[in-house]
């Protein structure tokens, strides 16, 4: 008969991995040229605006949210203000998804309101906007809001003692209570403000139906009093301070009004707002008013997002190959100036109708001298778009080539475009140091293929390492050096291998704002008009 015995306890684990250490994520910036127009430049040329702050009403509906919030003296804690923020922005974002004028575009909330308005319920049970703190008033107003002079942030010293605010406030003063009040106006008289706003009944249909057509973003050009405290925070300084920062933000939206007023285009597509700056800076290199400054300097942005999409073209094509091509270990140095050989191949390549016959062992200078003539007739924006379709290591060179050729000279244009030109991340130079460096390589004649290799090295490897290791643990490497000296190639994430994002240069944003605020709308037809409001405001800026 089997005896039993007592089976000892067993020790708790010393390390449990509860996930994995690196993050494998693509990136955004691999090769940090979009630092140098988020971080270096935009916040010179269009200060207090950002990326995601698209919708202007949003700067009435924040502040009456503050205002609101104080005046019914709920506790100063951020629970509170961030339950009282994503629950009101859900609610709006249900009667903006209902708004028979608009799609609500940019609402706050959307991806949570709008699957439950398309399904037909009614009444609407309460909810959030989104997981995140403070919601949308956190993730993409609060920043704008405090910079423009209408919010004081969390740490503020107010009152007579200077007592720290420990949550975000509305400054009580006209100009910040006025957005407030004025949005005010347009919810207080609303069934749903009245009986809904401050209860936890489910919410008929009917009721944010009704509220759509008082609340909805696209209904700002149409309420003047909300317009216009929304135009004054935008465009009018809060301090002395502040005229600087202001003044800036008024010429660029002065900038793309006077674009769109020439090109409709402007405001559905950046390659046309590039290229409309760009046009206008070569017709006057030198002016220096009000307008040709601001040209000047927006002017130096566009060709750098030009150059860097030429340069994308570079990098896709290299890393595609390189995972393609590599074995197990990656690729030996003999390797990959093998495959950068294969890759200055464009015997097929076609610009501006021309096939460019090129050869990775003829010179390089002969191939840019037939590429200038064949992109004669394109002007910046085509000549990227031609490199960002092909797609290919030699067009983008080629583009790069070009744009060399086409690159001002420092001392005949405005110092502003020099100044932006110049503008370098920390591990990446800027359109001066791409394209002053590889003219520089060109005077030293080069073959196609040892110029592709030379800027493969000293553009893509060198860089995209160092910008790799710095965002550790999360991995975004595309490639790496291995201690056998082998250079190896990573997918990483969902889409490791495709072009990056070119920056984001605010016109998409501008377009909006401007619009919300009334400086110009759709025809009968769609096509972007300006009112007469925005071509006050454009004459105004510019005649200043």
Same mark, same amino acid.
């Given at each position: 008969?089997?005896?039993?015995?007592?089976?000892?306890?067993?020790?708790?684990?010393?390390?449990?991995?509860?996930?994995?250490?690196?993050?494998?994520?693509?990136?955004?910036?691999?090769?940090?040229?979009?630092?140098?127009?988020?971080?270096?430049?935009?916040?010179?040329?269009?200060?207090?605006?950002?990326?995601?702050?698209?919708?202007?009403?949003?700067?009435?509906?924040?502040?009456?949210?503050?205002?609101?919030?104080?005046?019914?003296?709920?506790?100063?804690?951020?629970?509170?203000?961030?339950?009282?923020?994503?629950?009101?922005?859900?609610?709006?974002?249900?009667?903006?998804?209902?708004?028979?004028?608009?799609?609500?575009?940019?609402?706050?909330?959307?991806?949570?309101?709008?699957?439950?308005?398309?399904?037909?319920?009614?009444?609407?049970?309460?909810?959030?906007?989104?997981?995140?703190?403070?919601?949308?008033?956190?993730?993409?107003?609060?920043?704008?809001?405090?910079?423009?002079?209408?919010?004081?942030?969390?740490?503020?010293?107010?009152?007579?003692?200077?007592?720290?605010?420990?949550?975000?406030?509305?400054?009580?003063?006209?100009?910040?209570?006025?957005?407030?009040?004025?949005?005010?106006?347009?919810?207080?008289?609303?069934?749903?403000?009245?009986?809904?706003?401050?209860?936890?009944?489910?919410?008929?249909?009917?009721?944010?139906?009704?509220?759509?057509?008082?609340?909805?973003?696209?209904?700002?050009?149409?309420?003047?009093?909300?317009?216009?405290?929304?135009?004054?925070?935008?465009?009018?300084?809060?301090?002395?301070?502040?005229?600087?920062?202001?003044?800036?933000?008024?010429?660029?939206?002065?900038?793309?009004?006077?674009?769109?007023?020439?090109?409709?285009?402007?405001?559905?597509?950046?390659?046309?707002?590039?290229?409309?700056?760009?046009?206008?800076?070569?017709?006057?290199?030198?002016?220096?008013?009000?307008?040709?400054?601001?040209?000047?300097?927006?002017?130096?942005?566009?060709?750098?997002?030009?150059?860097?999409?030429?340069?994308?073209?570079?990098?896709?094509?290299?890393?595609?190959?390189?995972?393609?091509?590599?074995?197990?270990?990656?690729?030996?140095?003999?390797?990959?100036? #093998?495959?950068?050989? /294969? *890759?200055?191949?464009?015997?097929? &390549?076609?610009?501006?109708?021309? $096939?460019?016959?090129? +050869?990775? @062992?003829?010179?390089?200078?002969?191939?840019?001298?037939?590429?200038?003539?064949?992109?004669?007739?394109?002007?910046?924006?085509?000549?990227?778009?031609?490199?960002?379709?092909?797609?290919?290591?030699?067009?983008?060179?080629?583009?790069?080539?070009?744009?060399?050729?086409?690159?001002?000279?420092?001392?005949?244009?405005?110092?502003?475009?020099?100044?932006?030109?110049?503008?370098?991340? #920390?591990?990446?130079? /800027? *359109?001066?140091?791409?394209?002053? &460096?590889?003219?520089?390589?060109? $005077?030293?004649?080069? +073959?196609? @293929?040892?110029?592709?290799?030379?800027?493969?090295?000293?553009?893509?490897?060198?860089?995209?390492?160092?910008?790799?290791?710095?965002?550790?643990?999360?991995?975004?490497?595309?490639?790496?050096?291995?201690?056998?000296?082998?250079?190896?190639?990573?997918?990483?994430?969902?889409?490791?291998?495709?072009?990056?994002?070119?920056?984001?240069?605010?016109?998409?944003?501008?377009?909006?704002?401007?619009?919300?605020? /009334?400086?110009?709308?759709?025809?009968?037809?769609?096509?972007?008009?300006?009112?007469?409001?925005?071509?006050?405001?454009?004459?105004?800026?510019?005649?200043?």
């Amino acid at each position: 008969m089997a005896a039993l015995s007592e089976v000892p306890e067993r020790a708790e684990p010393l390390a449990a991995w509860l996930q994995p250490s690196l993050q494998d994520t693509a990136g955004r910036d691999p090769l940090g040229l979009n630092t140098i127009t988020l971080d270096r430049v935009l916040p010179q040329l269009v200060p207090g605006i950002l990326q995601l702050s698209e919708r202007a009403r949003y700067f009435s509906i924040y502040p009456w949210m503050l205002w609101q919030f104080a005046d019914r003296k709920r506790p100063a804690r951020a629970d509170e203000l961030d339950n009282f923020i994503r629950r009101r922005e859900y609610e709006l974002c249900l009667a903006m998804k209902l708004c028979p004028h608009c799609s609500a575009y940019k609402a706050i909330g959307g991806n949570s309101a709008g699957p439950r308005v398309a399904a037909g319920e009614d009444p609407f049970a309460r909810g959030l906007s989104v997981d995140s703190i403070k919601g949308g008033f956190g993730l993409y107003y609060r920043s704008p809001l405090v910079e423009l002079g209408a919010v004081a942030p969390t740490g503020t010293p107010l009152g007579p003692e200077a007592v720290p605010t420990p949550i975000e406030v509305l400054l009580k003063d006209d100009r910040a209570m006025s957005l407030g009040r004025a949005f005010h106006e347009s919810i207080r008289d609303t069934e749903y403000f009245q009986r809904y706003e401050r209860t936890n009944d489910p919410i008929p249909r009917q009721v944010l139906e009704d509220l759509a057509e008082r609340i909805c973003l696209c209904r700002l050009p149409r309420l003047p009093t909300e317009r216009d405290a929304v135009r004054e925070l935008m465009f009018y300084p809060a301090s002395e301070e502040a005229a600087e920062a202001c003044d800036a933000r008024c010429r660029a939206f002065a900038l793309y009004l006077a674009l769109l007023d020439r090109d409709e285009g402007v405001a559905i597509h950046e390659g046309r707002f590039w290229q409309g700056v760009i046009t206008q800076f070569l017709l006057a290199p030198t002016a220096d008013n009000r307008e040709g400054r601001t040209i000047a300097a927006w002017a130096a942005l566009a060709m750098k997002e030009c150059m860097q999409d030429a340069l994308c073209s570079v990098w896709t094509s290299f890393c595609r190959t390189g995972v393609q091509s590599q074995g197990l270990d990656g690729v030996t140095q003999p390797e990959l100036a #093998e495959m950068i050989r /294969g *890759l200055a191949d464009g015997d097929d &390549l076609e610009l501006g109708g021309t $096939r460019l016959k090129i +050869t990775p @062992d003829e010179p390089a200078l002969a191939v840019q001298r037939r590429a200038v003539a064949a992109a004669r007739g394109l002007d910046w924006n085509d000549v990227r778009w031609w490199a960002a379709d092909q797609n290919t290591a030699i067009a983008g060179l080629v583009t790069l080539m070009v744009f060399v050729d086409r690159v001002p000279e420092p001392s005949r244009v405005h110092p502003l475009w020099t100044d932006i030109a110049g503008r370098h991340s #920390e591990h990446q130079d /800027g *359109l001066l140091g791409v394209l002053s &460096l590889l003219k520089a390589r060109l $005077r030293v004649q080069p +073959t196609v @293929d040892e110029l592709l290799d030379w800027t493969v090295r000293r553009f893509l490897i060198g860089p995209h390492e160092a910008i790799a290791y710095s965002k550790l643990p999360k991995a975004t490497f595309r490639f790496s050096w291995e201690e056998s000296g082998r250079l190896r190639f990573f997918t990483p994430g969902g889409h490791g291998l495709d072009r990056f994002d070119p920056s984001d240069d605010r016109r998409g944003t501008m377009a909006l704002l401007s619009e919300d605020v /009334g400086f110009w709308e759709r025809s009968e037809i769609q096509s972007p008009v300006l009112t007469d409001d925005g071509r006050d405001f454009v004459a105004e800026v510019f005649e200043r």
